[in-house]
């Protein structure tokens, strides 16, 4: 499998004690990942950690400090909802409303305003420019857990990542905060 250089889409967002980070991938053809990506099973034998770990994820990504795959040792053979990583799957329907929670809340010093209407909105218009809203085709996988030393391991860390099962495209968006 090879991988096209990251659209640098990498930006460090508001958060007073932490970041948010957004970077996507092209994946080139390749049968297995079709074949398991068409099959909603990425986190069978720690697929999508492999993919998160590829050099080309962490070099897109230094302050993250995501380990190389052989420093990561957890592996679990069948799991169809979760892996011993901490990511689960989630519905695609969700994605728009997670980015807009995320958006909304602001973070450990942020001051809640309004209904969320303008949140929602920005993360309909990211859906729509990222994957055209094709929430049917789009794989999405959710993690909680302080999964390299840059989270703060409290409530605001998040790892989601898409995958776009027709174009092969991938997005991680990372997010930590502290009080």
């Known amino acids: 499998m090879t991988w096209s250089p990251p659209r640098q889409t990498k930006a460090p967002w508001l958060r007073?004690?932490?970041?948010?980070?957004l970077v996507s991938?092209?994946?080139s053809p390749d049968d297995a990942f079709d074949w398991f990506a068409s099959r909603n099973r990425l986190l069978e034998d720690s697929i999508l950690r492999s993919i998160l770990s590829r050099r080309e994820v962490r070099e897109s990504l230094p302050e993250l400090e995501i380990p190389a795959e052989s420093e990561n040792g957890h592996t679990v053979s069948s799991c169809p909802i979760g892996d011993a990583n901490g990511?689960?799957?989630?519905?695609?329907?969700?994605?728009?409303?997670?980015?807009?929670?995320?958006?909304?809340?602001?973070?450990?010093?942020?001051?809640?305003?309004?209904d969320g209407r303008?949140?929602?909105?920005?993360?309909?218009?990211?859906c729509e420019a990222a994957f055209g809203l094709r929430f049917?085709?789009?794989?999405?996988?959710?993690?909680y857990d302080a999964g390299t030393p840059w989270f703060h391991?409290?409530?605001?860390?998040?790892?989601?990542?898409?995958v776009d099962r027709r174009l092969r495209n991938l997005w991680m968006i990372a997010i930590?905060?502290?009080d």
Do not use: C
């Open 176 to 178: 930590t905060d502290t």
């Open 136 to 143: 049917s085709e789009m794989l999405y996988y959710i993690n």
């Open 118 to 126: 303008p949140e929602k909105q920005m993360a309909l218009d990211f």
């Open 16 to 21: 007073s004690e932490g970041g948010a980070y």
């Open 25 to 27: 991938f092209q994946v």
């Open 87 to 114: 990511f689960k799957m989630q519905s695609p329907f969700l994605i728009d409303g997670h980015l807009a929670e995320v958006l909304y809340s602001g973070g450990a010093y942020w001051q809640k305003r309004g």
């Open 153 to 162: 391991g409290i409530a605001w860390d998040s790892t989601a990542t898409l």
